[in-house]
Structures are given as C-alpha cells and as structure tokens.
C-alpha cells in the first residue's frame, strides 16, 4: 500500500507534497515517514494519506471562454495609451 | 499532452511532469535507469564511510558519522520510492544492483585507507554530488525534483561535517595533515572524473529529456570553481601539475582518464565485489523483515 506523505515546514505553513512511503497500515506508514521526512526537525507535522484516498481533479474545460472572470482575460495597454494621448488634445473637447 | 514531440517541447521548456501524466516510453526508460542508479550510489555510498564508523577517533565523530550514514541510506529509500512509482519494482533493483546489470558512481568503488579517505569523502565527493544534486531541482520529473529539496538539505551538513573533520586534522600533528594529502592525492583523479566525460549537453539524452539540466563539464567546472580555492588555502597540495584557471575563467587540468571510469563503473573497481557481496549478504539477512512488513 503507498502512501502520500504530506511535510509541514513550520507552524503556520502549508502542508506541501513531499514523496511517498510503502507500508502495510497507518502505524508502519508513520514509521517510516517519521524516520524519513522529519528524523532532522525538518517538519512540525506530517500528514499521511494513503494513495487510493486522494480524489485527482485536473481537467478543467474554459468551452465558454470565461476569461472575462481573470486578469488575463483583460488588455489594458493600447486603450490606457490612447486615453493617455488624448488628455490635452483638442479631440476632447470637441 | 500525447505526442513525444509534444511532450518534449514542454519538459525542454522547464515544464514538470508527475508520476500520473503519459510518459513517452523512452523518457520513462532513460528516467528510471538514472533515477535507479542515483538511488544505488547512495545505497552502495554509506559502505566505504560505514567501514570507519568502528574506528572513528572520537564518540562525537562516530555519532556524526553514523547520523551521515542513516541520512544517505534515507537518500535510497525516497529515491527507490520515486523509481518503484515509474514501474520497476524493488526487489529488481536490488536484483539489478547485485549482478551488476545496474550501476553505481564510480566514487564508492575505492577503499577507505585512513580516516583521511572519510574526511575527504565527506566534504569534496558530497560537494561534488551536490552540485549534481541540486541541478536536479528543476528535472523535469517533479516528483524526483520535490524529494531532492530534503537530500540537499541533508547533504550540506555532510559537507560541513567532512570539512570539519579535515579542519581538525590539516591544524593537528604533521602526520594528521600528511594523512589529508595523501587522501586528497587518492580521490582526486575518482573526483574529477565524477561528473562524467564532457559529453556537449545537445547530446547527452538525459539533458535532452531535461531530466538533468546541466552539462557534465559545467558541473565539474563548478567544483572546481567552488573547491579549489578552499583545498589550497588550508596548504593542501592538488596532484595535477596541469590544473589552472584561465583568463576566461574557464577550468584547464589534465584529462581525467575515462577508461578507468568506465572500467570501474563497469563493475571492475577495487571494492566493487567485496562491497556487492556484502550488500548481498545484508539483503538475504534481511528479506525476512520485508516479507513480515509487507505482508502485515
């Protein structure tokens, strides 16, 4: 059985990815994680999930082109430069 | 992504991929085999230090060279992880490992002669493989990538380690120091040829996959860059009459002689056998621990 291994740095950080271990159950898994991923004082905490656990979501479709919603759906270069140029000019005020 | 060329032009961009994403077939084979003997060399690489740890001059050395020997034989057990994940069981790496059919770095197939030899291991063979090492941060595999964060961690304490134990005997008796130069006499042509010969990096196909990303000679020029100046300023003598940096702050010393590497690599050096077999005799001992645990 693999285990996911789950290293937290310090108080406060996220629990980041960190490898895996094969044990049979939850108390060998801790074994082996506790000697490999925090025998140094290198984590405050682990978290051990066994693989068959994590539910992967990674397909995201965009068929509406909802870009409207982000930063990137917005180009504010060429019309800030217009509007630039245009403060002053005579085209304003007529 | 479902191309090869596809696939490529991504890792050759710096993208990362993960153990569940299509691998093309001859990524997922160059992958494994240099994962597989990157796992082997820390394996096979606590034996000529374990060999002092009975012998070392003082409880606090001893203590230190043990913590080592538990850190690198961690290195092989997260390395071996990420080798099973790509599809090659363990049981056919150690099976591998001990016929000969899979290699290891050509540094841990020397004798350890003196205390000298452990010094020298510790701080100029882990800063050799560090620098390797930490050009493996951005391989293209994420999840070898994200394990050789902690190994590096590790192995700066290594060094450190080693430097010390070279600090304490270059300041000690003239014998103490004679001992560091004729180990650094000794491991020096093992240590220039570490880094492999100076393959040009659009042809070597591991850089080609981005696994490594860094040229063979452009790491050894970096420990050169990085160790030469702190080698001879503690008086210690380098044996290549020929090594000087140029103008263009470019590296030059006599060509390392690559039909040794290759010979000892190969499976021929003078402890490859002696440590195989007791590499082999250790795994027999024991298998019983891995059937009882796995099939608990």
Redesign the interface.
Known sequence: M?WEVFRRERPGAAFE?????????AE?AEA?AR???G??G?SVALWLVPRDAVH?VDDWADEFDLKYRRVDGYSIKARLKEARSRVGSTERQS | MRSEQEFLEYVQGGGQVEA?DWLPDEYRAKLVKFVEMHANSELMGVLPEREWILRAPTLQRKLALTAKV??EV?HA??IY??A??LGKPRDAMFADLLSGKAKFHNVFHYPTKTWGDVGVIAWLVDAAAIISQKALLKCSYA?YA??MK?IC??ES?HILHGRDVILAMVTGTPEQFELVQEALTRWWPPLMQFHGNPIPADQDPMVHWRIKSQANEDARQQFLDGYVPQIRELGLEIPDPKLRKNEDGVWEYTEPDWDELKHVVTGHGPKTSERLALRARFLEQEQWVREA????
Do not use: C, M, N
């Open positions: 693999i990815h960190s490898g895996s271990v094969e044990a049979p159950d060998f082996w000697e490999q991923y025998r140094r290198e992967t | 569940t538990q850190d961690g057990q997260l992880r990420v099973e994940d999840p994200r394990i902690k961690w590790e304490f645990v796995l099939a608990a």
